[in-house]
């Protein structure tokens, strides 16, 4: 394994695709999937469990976080929800060396990258206003919706 290479061809992101801190959730997650299959039957509902769904959290947390972009506040409380699932995963890939599920060089692979990931989010928490705020008026939006329905009376 090596670190996981990204390059983005886009000057600003479309979507929460097009992040880099997402690409690399997105391969860590299946990197992490890949790696519990092969650890023992018994740990299934514990430890396998866990590490997947706190691998998988982050990117889901990143998507939500884009989606609220609009405020500030809550792009920043996804994100660092991202982050503690990005803390809490390398907890668990220590759990599985400390049990002999994985080598060191792995384990150490892995603390590498949630580091970097890590890295990634703190990144974009810092730089929260350049993600977030009212869209431009070049941004297509969609119209108002129409919340209240006008009643007619029918004098008939």
Known sequence: MSEVPYQSTLSHA???????????????????????????????????????????SIGAQIAEAWAKRRYEAHFISKLTDAGSECFETPHWIETARRCHYLTDEKAAYFTAQYDRLGRLLAGMIAKASAFCGKPSPRQIRETSAEYFIQRTTNNE
């Open 14 to 56: 479309q979507g929460f695709v097009d992040l880099l801190a997402y690409q690399v959730a997105l391969q860590m997650q299946q990197e992490v999937f890949e790696l519990s299959r092969s650890f023992p039957r018994e740990e299934m509902y514990s430890l396998t469990d866990q590490v997947r769904r706190s691998s998988r």
